[in-house]
């Protein structure tokens, strides 16, 4: 009889003791974390205000009332991205323009060359430039030289550049 008792009683009282000791072990234990997140917490939300008023300045769509002007305008900003790098553009091809949700990507095919470090700092431009564009189908080509240092070698390269212009809603509805 006791064995039984024991074993519909007192063991399940026991084991939920144990459950709740454990918790209240890894309450204690979060404690301390959860007090500095706490005390981090203002200084979080000025930042993510800060943040917030940035990106609304920010430029993020292509300017240009049509597909057209919005590519042309692209080129334009990456002929002066790609002279600042001193990388030459040998050749340039617009693609077709796609709509997605309220934006028109605008893209362009280009060809380029220059030394090594060049073609990397014009990459890293466009990676980096206002509006934020997208770099697609990169390929690069370089010529075998076993003497010539890497940052020196010539390299030539073809990636695609999309950026993306914002559709007024007379214009969505009609196409």
């Known amino acids: 009889m006791l064995a039984t008792v024991y074993l519909l009683v007192i063991a ?7 459950q709740r000791k454990a918790m209240i072990a890894d309450q204690e234990m979060l404690l301390p974390r959860f ?3 706490a005390e981090q917490l203002p200084a979080l939300r000025a930042a993510v ?3 917030k008023a940035v990106a609304s300045t920010r430029k993020i769509a292509l300017d240009g009332a049509s597909d057209a002007i919005a590519a042309a ?10 002279a600042a790098a001193s990388v ?10 796609e709509n997605r949700g309220a934006y028109r990507r605008i893209g362009l095919r280009l060809a380029v060359s ?4 060049s073609v990397v700092k014009l990459l890293s431009a466009i990676e980096t430039a206002a509006p934020p564009l997208i770099i697609a189908n990169l390929q690069l080509h370089g010529a075998l030289r076993p003497r010539a240092e890497p940052s020196t070698a010539s390299i030539d390269a073809a990636f695609e550049v999309f950026g993306f212009r ?3 809603t007379s214009v969505a509805a009609k196409q």
Not at 73 to 82: D, I, K, R, V
């Open 12 to 18: 399940p009282v026991l084991d939920l003791y144990a």
């Open 35 to 37: 007090s500095v997140a």
């Open 49 to 51: 205000a800060e943040a």
């Open 73 to 82: 305008n692209l080129q334009s900003h990456l002929e002066e991205l790609a």
């Open 88 to 97: 030459e553009i040998g050749s340039s091809e617009g693609r077709a323009p």
């Open 114 to 117: 220059g030394e090594y470090e």
């Open 166 to 168: 914002r559709i007024d």
